[in-house]
């Protein structure tokens, strides 16, 4: 296996993945790009990750489509589901995945720079956004595949009240208290986000 490095690109299963951490002989990625968008839930009622049907179908449909032998370097992992930050929402369960989204403190505290002082004392007139103009906002923004321009996409931590789930806007700031888990305010009744899947993948680095 060739050297990597935090932040190198690797392909996988027919996509391109950044590398955000390394244990040992494994490593976690998350898509370069955003693969797709669906609704984080099919059903607007209270919901958690563990619960949810975006992360039945990527520990499903889409982790069908990986062939057994990519099947069989993908780890299943225990993700711990911490309450919102700021509003206490509870996140729920542990969950057991192959594939998964990040939560709200992988996001601004470990895998895209340190915001974390920001996350624990928010202003005292932040309610909605996390930060405009936090440092680390251009490494969380993220493109819908081919697309020219930046799209907003899920993590999973629940947003101010359990029919939202927290997002990452197109420039890379938290929306802290979350979009509408189905129904947004669109033309089709439907609040579809993007979806960036992540995993820990078996990898010899030595």
Known sequence: MKDIKIGSIISF????????????????IITE???????????????????CSLRKYLNG????????????????????NPDNHWYGTKGGKDTK????????????????????????NPGKKQRYWFERKDENNSKRSAKFEGDKWNSWWWIRTPGRVS?????????????IQGNNILKGNIADGKCVGGVRPALWLKWKTK
């Open 13 to 28: 299963g027919g996509y391109n993945w950044r590398i955000l951490d390394i244990k040992d002989n494994k490593v976690l």
């Open 33 to 51: 790009y955003i693969i797709e968008m669906r609704p984080y839930h099919d059903f607007y009622r209270a919901i958690t990750w563990a619960d």
């Open 61 to 80: 449909e889409f982790y069908d489509k990986f062939s057994k032998i990519e099947q069989s370097k993908i780890i299943k992992v225990i993700n711990k």
């Open 97 to 120: 995945d192959s594939i998964f989204i990040l939560n709200l403190e992988e996001v601004i505290c470990r895998y895209f720079g340190d915001s974390s002082s920001k996350l624990l």
């Open 163 to 175: 029919v939202k789930a927290v997002y990452i806007h197109g420039d890379g700031n938290i929306g």
